[in-house]
Structure formats: structure tokens, C-alpha cells
């Protein structure tokens, strides 16, 4: 039996992205009035991405404990489309894109800081936000997919899925480079077009590879579930079996 029942977990990781991005976007950063504001952020995104995830998992939780033995087949529906598009989510967007954002965050960081997180941002951002936006995606999201097994659509239609928030996603911050001349992310500014057109491209592989890593995942942990569980039927079947024989050979001597 979980210590901590998984509605609450999921309800706690809400209020927690709630109070990050709450705090984020109080925050008065040069970056947030430029043209873009938070949204040309990947990591903003990603907040926004899993919040939203987060509170369909909430609000999926109400709706089975409110229509839990009701016969209404209207709701029924209703609840199972809320699912589907939680599972969707979690498939698509918020393993994927969470596991990218902190696993890149903090391989460049390591790297060089000045790439992707320059120091003059300690100014702004506290070390506990800073991690509740780069490291804590990552723990979350991986004790969701171990408590709630997820449908996940099939590998084409999920890839085709990823790789369209990727290219629009690149799109985006060409685009916003286009305006104003900045690039997003300091690291644009050290390579060639052509280099950018591989980084781009290595980019959208990754977070690809990290969709099939969650499919795999979540696979195995509620596949290897599923194996465990008849193997008790058998075992308690031969006790009682072990025990019955054990009785009537009592039985036997007594006679």
C-alpha cells in the first residue's frame, strides 16, 4: 500500500507548479518585456505544459471519485475522453519535453553556463526556482508514470506529434530572432547557420528519443505489473493445495 496516496502526490505537484510559475512571472526580468515574453522560453512552456498536465490529473481523479458506481454511460464517456487526453498529454508533451528540458538545461550548464543560464540571472532567479524549473520536472513526472499507467498512441502518430511541438517550437525562436535580432538562447550566437541547422535538427532527434524511451518505460514498468500479479494466484493456489493434502494425510493416520 503507497505511504502517500497518488491523488495527493498529484495534487501537491500541481500547487508546486503553481507557486513556481507564479513566482517566475512575478519576477521583473528585461527578458519578460521583450517581444516573446516568457512564451519564447522553452522552459516557460514546459511549466505551462506540465501545470496543465497536472491539473487534467486532478480533475480526472474528481470526476472517478464523483461518478465512481454511477451507471450514467454519459459520464462514463465523458471521463474516459478526459483520460484519453491525459494519457495523450503525458505521451506527447510532458515526458518528453519535461526529461529534454532538464536533461539539456543541465548538460549545457555543466558545459558552460554563459550558454544557456548566464550568471547575471542569479540577480533574478532564486536557486530553489531555478530548480524547481530545471530538476524537479524530472523526479515528478517520472513518479506519475510510476503510479498511473498511461495509453500511449502509437509510435507514428506520437512521433509525428513531437516533431510537429519541435519544428513549431524552432519556428518560433527563428522567428523571434527575425524581430528583434536576439537569439533566445546564448548558444545560438557561438555557431554558424549551418551549425544551427544541425543543432536544430540533433534537438528534435533527442526529444523524439525521449518519447520512445517513455513508451518503453511506461511499458515496462505496468507490463512487468501485470506478469507479477497472476504469479500470486498460482502460489496461493499450491499453499492451499499443500494444506489440503497436509489435512488429509492427517486425517489418514488419525483413522
Not at 501537491?12 to 521583473?28: D, G
Not at 487534467?56 to 450514467?72: P, Q, W, Y
Not at 515496462?220 to 493456489?237: C, L, M, N, R, V
Amino acid at each position: 500500500m503507497a505511504l502517500i496516496p497518488s491523488q495527493v502526490l498529484r495534487l501537491a505537484i500541481l500547487l508546486s507548479y503553481c507557486s513556481v510559475l507564479c513566482h517566475y512571472k512575478a519576477i521583473e526580468m528585461p527578458a519578460h518585456q521583450t517581444y516573446g515574453g516568457s512564451w519564447k522560453f522553452l522552459t516557460f512552456i514546459d511549466l505551462v505544459i506540465q501545470a496543465v498536465f497536472f491539473g487534467i490529473c486532478v480533475l480526472t481523479d474528481l470526476s472517478s471519485l464523483l461518478t465512481k458506481g454511477s451507471e450514467n454511460q454519459e459520464q462514463e464517456r465523458q471521463l474516459k475522453k478526459l483520460i484519453s487526453l491525459r494519457d495523450w498529454i503525458m505521451a506527447v508533451l510532458a515526458f518528453p519535453v519535461g526529461v529534454f528540458v532538464v536533461t539539456m538545461f543541465w548538460a549545457l550548464y555543466l558545459y558552460d553556463r554563459e550558454l544557456v543560464y548566464p550568471k547575471l540571472l542569479d540577480n533574478f532567479i532564486p536557486p530553489w526556482l531555478n530548480h524547481g524549473m530545471h530538476t524537479t520536472v524530472l523526479p515528478f513526472i517520472l513518479i506519475e508514470m510510476r503510479t498511473t499507467h498511461h495509453q500511449y498512441p502509437s509510435r507514428s502518430s506520437g512521433l509525428a506529434a513531437v516533431c510537429a511541438f519541435s519544428v513549431g517550437y524552432i519556428l518560433w525562436i527563428c522567428w523571434v530572432h527575425h524581430v528583434t535580432g536576439v537569439w533566445v538562447y546564448p548558444v545560438l550566437d557561438y555557431i554558424g547557420p549551418e551549425a544551427k541547422i544541425a543543432f536544430f535538427l540533433v534537438v528534435t532527434i533527442i526529444i523524439n528519443i525521449y518519447f520512445m524511451v517513455g513508451e518503453i518505460l511506461n511499458s515496462y514498468i505496468w507490463d512487468t505489473q501485470k506478469s507479477e500479479a497472476p504469479e500470486a494466484g498460482p502460489q496461493k493456489t499450491n499453499a492451499n493445495s499443500d494444506r489440503g493434502l497436509k489435512n488429509e494425510q492427517e486425517k489418514h493416520k488419525a483413522d
